[in-house]
């Protein structure tokens, strides 16, 4: 697949690692300083790392990634940061639904390459929110742009930490072009819908798609500066609420509003869809998936 965006390819991939890395370092460094929860007598959580592979047609290589989840620690009840990069040819209804969306040449060349970095993490304390982020870069013959966003899906919302998490996507948005917090938080809020449930399924975020100003190192350090705003905007919120006391009615609305989210993923979600439709390891499309939820 050389045409000339080799290095960029290689840089982008880099870069979801380099977030990766960082962000894992940061959830074992939380789980180490929990010590006065329900759980401080549980061991700190440390993530466990599977490399996956996406499966070809034909057995070429295909590329893969890295699953990294961590299960029943002292802040997580279950983490999930993956990254991949993978590549090859399209199915043929993936195919189809890239030429649907417009994507220049899909019909007649079906290659691609697509690296990124998605995260969820369902937290032990139903005061702290759960949280979603990813971000990707897609390449096709024809075209290429980078994709992603993150949201916060509290089951018991504050006010303050709504707008704390905004504020600091609308900081890191406004360092590119002040169109894009309003845009992509508009964005959000329609695609984090549960239609069949008439409500969103969290507090929103931003959400982009398709981004291709024909500028790409301009969108590249956008979808970056996305990226390094997931930290502290999550953490700042965590570290808030992380030994804020709970009841057991606090923990059956974190259970039913997981199934809410479970619903999401499974029927609306592109990423899911496209995972799955490619042949990537379905156990880290599925990560998403909370351990444990409950349908009122």
């Given at each position: 697949?050389t045409?000339?965006f ?6 982008a ?17 939380l789980e ?17 790392v ?5 499966a ?5 290589d ?10 029943g ?14 590549y090859?040819t ?6 189809k ?6 994507v220049?040449?899909?019909e ?23 949280v979603?982020?990813?971000?990707r ?15 916060l ?11 704390f998490?905004h ?15 309003p ?5 959000a809020?329609e ?7 008439g ?8 959400f ?24 502290p ?6 570290e ?20 809410l ?10 990423g899911?869809k ?6 990537h390891?379905a ?14």
């Amino acid at each position: 697949m050389t045409d000339g965006f080799d290095e960029r390819k290689a840089r982008a991939a880099a870069w979801f690692r380099t977030l990766r890395d960082e962000i894992v370092a940061a959830f074992e460094a939380l789980e180490v300083s929990q010590l006065t929860s329900p759980f401080a007598d549980f061991p700190a959580g440390r993530f466990e790392v599977t490399e996956t592979r996406r499966a070809s047609d034909d057995g070429s290589d295909a590329g893969g990634g890295l699953m990294s989840v961590m299960r029943g620690g002292r802040v997580f009840e279950k983490v999930g940061v993956n990254v991949s990069t993978v590549y090859g040819t399209l199915a043929p209804r993936a195919q189809k639904a890239m030429a649907a969306r417009g994507v220049p040449g899909m019909e007649a060349d079906p290659r691609f390459w697509a690296s990124g970095i998605s995260l969820v993490a369902h937290m032990q304390n139903p005061q702290t929110p759960a949280v979603h982020m990813n971000t990707r870069m897609f390449w096709t013959p024809g075209a290429w742009w980078f994709g992603g966003g993150e949201d916060l899906n509290p089951c018991l919302e504050y006010q303050e930490d709504t707008a704390f998490f905004h504020q600091v996507l609308k900081d890191h948005c406004d360092r590119h072009s002040p169109d894009y917090y309003p845009r992509f938080k508009a964005w959000a809020d329609e695609y984090f819908f549960v239609p069949h449930r008439g409500r969103a399924r969290g507090v929103g975020g931003i959400f982009f798609d398709d981004l291709n100003t024909g500028d790409w190192e301009a969108d590249f350090a956008f979808t970056q500066d996305v990226g390094r705003a997931f930290l502290p905007a999550f953490l700042g919120i965590t570290e808030r609420r992380r030994n804020t006391p709970w009841s057991d009615a606090d923990k059956e609305t974190q259970l039913v509003h997981r199934g809410l989210y479970a619903e999401y993923n499974l029927v609306y979600d592109r990423g899911t869809k496209f995972g799955l439709e490619t042949g990537h390891d379905a156990n880290a499309v599925l990560m998403s998936l909370p351990p444990v939820a409950k349908w009122p």
